[in-house]
């Protein structure tokens, strides 16, 4: 059925008042008197006038109600058919037009978003690592399956509570605080353990992320390293044990050899030799085996510190008097830049044992005439840089980074010979991490190599 236009309406409106009015003139002209004009436009206007009115009124707006009708079914389910559009143009022809196209392009939006939503949730809930999302108040938004199943939840746990009363965890708490008074600066790495829930370690990533133009909230990404963390403890149990029971009978043949080199001292004999170089293997799986246990002690936590000021430059003229004898030998001249005001907050034995080892790996790969400097200035947020320098070989860029694994050489061969056990630097490494400070190497070849060493002041 074709619908007429607006404008037509109108007109069709006014052909019908005037020809009315002309129609209530000729009846009124033929009778004289008030009465009869009273009581024939009574009549009139009850059963003529007022019921072609309301026909009228009802024809004109029923495109408004019809437009009015499709707009809400279309509000309520973007699935109905869309506005039945008739031949004309006018306003409101060109109203259900434009209700058709937001129509279209919100369905299709729609479909975009759910089509999205439905990669994203599958993605999520195939995940091995937990992921929770939170907003400002600490209200969880989402938790995927693996989360739910780390802290043993189920599918009605989780959504629209506080983090706190679906997990009561301290240290799950703290990373949250932590996420949120950082901002925008980035992730924040923690673990925390399980107890007495389980056993399980987890390694959890907390980062504050925009879910929206004004809303902004918490993503924690959660590893159960708990098979990680129980190898390890594992490994360094077994090499405090192997290194324990090796140190007996390290002793005894030490003990024997050297007995044996010191008969033999006034007649030398063709065995000599041989005992010599047995004695000296001997010596150098003892410091290996001490090395070992050192490191297994710093790893468990057995190694405590005795934190006092240091003043770094008296602290370094010291380091440098312990490599006088071998300095000389090599023409190497130690250069001490280090202001004399700046001290740091650190355990001195072990602080002693960092700095020797970084001394004498730089004066072994120094040559002849070369220099060993000293450098140290303040960071703002209150750490110490003390820089180590050598003129040295340096190292490739590709070592770099494995230069403080457990055994590993840039060169073997020449390494061994120089008596090094190769747990040099990553017992350096832990002592560093144990004070609170961090490890950084830079080098390139046959320029030398500079280690920073970065440590909290007084």
């Avoid at 907390?206 to 190898?231: A, E, N, Q, Y």
């Avoid at 324990?244 to 063709?270: F, N, Q």
């Amino acid at each position: 059925m074709l619908i007429p236009s607006f404008g037509t309406r109108l007109t069709l409106f006014f052909l019908v008042a005037t020809a009315t009015g002309i129609s209530m003139t000729i009846f009124l002209m033929q009778y004289s008197t008030a009465m009869a004009m009273l009581i024939g436009g009574g009549i009139l206007g009850l059963f003529v006038l007022f019921p072609m009115r309301t026909w009228l009124i009802c024809w004109l707006t029923r495109p408004i109600v019809d437009l009015h009708e499709n707009a809400k079914r279309l509000i309520h389910d973007e699935k109905q058919p869309l506005i039945p559009i008739g031949p004309n143009d006018d306003a409101l022809t060109q109203l259900g037009q434009q209700l058709n196209q937001l129509a279209t392009r919100s369905h299709d939006r729609i479909h975009a978003l759910e089509t999205e939503r439905a990669k994203i949730t599958a993605i999520l809930d195939g995940m091995v690592e937990g992921v929770i999302a939170l907003n400002a108040q600490g209200h969880i938004l989402f938790m995927n399956p693996s989360a739910r199943q780390i802290f043993e939840l189920d599918a009605a746990q989780g959504e629209g509570q506080s983090l706190l009363e679906v997990i009561r965890h301290r240290g799950l708490a703290d990373l949250v605080d932590q996420a949120q008074s950082r901002g925008k600066d980035g992730a924040y790495h923690g673990e925390i353990e399980l107890e007495p829930l389980s056993h399980r370690i987890l390694d959890i990533t907390s980062l504050p992320v925009p879910f929206g133009s004004s809303t902004k909230g918490i993503l924690l990404v959660l590893h159960d390293i708990t098979t990680l963390r129980r190898l390890e403890r594992m490994r360094v149990e077994f090499v405090a044990n192997v290194s324990h029971e090796l140190r007996t009978p390290l002793t005894a043949i030490k003990g024997y050899l050297e007995t044996v080199l010191d008969e033999t001292a006034a007649h030398p004999s063709p065995h000599r030799k041989f005992l010599e170089v047995a004695n000296t293997h001997t010596e150098r799986l003892g410091r290996l085996v001490d090395d070992l246990l050192q490191l297994s002690n710093i790893e468990t936590g057995k190694v405590s510190l005795r934190v006092s000021p240091v003043p770094l430059n008296e602290f370094m003229n010291d380091i440098s008097a312990m490599f006088t004898k071998d300095a000389v030998q090599k023409k190497v001249t130690f250069i001490n830049h280090i202001p004399v005001s700046l001290q740091v907050q650190a355990d001195r034995d072990r602080l002693t044992q960092i700095f020797v080892n970084l001394v004498d790996n730089a004066l072994k790969h120094t040559p002849e005439s070369g220099t060993i400097s000293f450098t140290a200035h303040l960071e703002p947020d209150g750490i110490a840089i003390i820089q180590v320098q050598d003129t040295g070989q340096g190292i490739p860029s590709t070592a770099l980074p494995r230069l403080t694994e457990r055994f590993y050489r840039v060169d073997t061969a020449r390494s061994r010979e120089q008596g090094g056990t190769g747990l040099g630097l990553a017992i350096v490494k832990h002592l560093v991490q144990l004070h609170g400070g961090h490890l950084h190497i830079d080098s390139e070849p046959n320029k030398g190599t500079t280690v920073h060493v970065a440590l909290p002041v007084v």
